[in-house]
């Protein structure tokens, strides 16, 4: 997933660390997944991992991002890379404020893309 996010926002994968690098108890076809990971590139800056075995998810509402952007086109096309393959929940379209669409990508993470009038 974190390779499909770097291509989509021009961004580099930093500080990728495994779970085999880390003293951690999990069960070893869980090592080679990331304890830890940074996205970082213009204008975007997150950290990620695989959560451990003992971690309870619910999937689909683990987590929702937000992109505020500022050029419309950049927005629209963004909303369209995420939102293929998954569920649009809000067509991308324009609101009082401005530009939002609402959609899960296809690796089930919730994305909200916002452009400001």
Avoid at 15 to 22: G, S
Avoid at 77 to 85: K, V
Wanted: hydrophobic residues 30%; negative net charge.
């Amino acid at each position: 997933a974190l390779n499909f996010y770097a291509n989509l926002f021009n961004a580099e994968i930093k500080n990728r660390q495994t779970y085999e690098e880390k003293k951690i108890d999990v069960p070893s076809s869980f090592r080679q997944k990331l304890q830890h990971a940074e996205l970082k590139g213009k204008g975007v800056h997150f950290m990620a991992y695989d959560a451990s075995p003992d971690t309870p998810l619910n999937n689909g509402n683990q987590i929702n991002m937000s992109v505020d952007l500022d050029d419309l086109d950049e927005g629209k096309q963004l909303f369209n890379d995420l939102s293929s393959g998954g569920q649009v929940h809000h067509e991308f379209r324009e609101r009082e404020w401005g530009h939002f669409g609402r959609c899960t990508d296809s690796f089930g993470i919730g994305w909200m893309v916002n452009v400001d009038k």
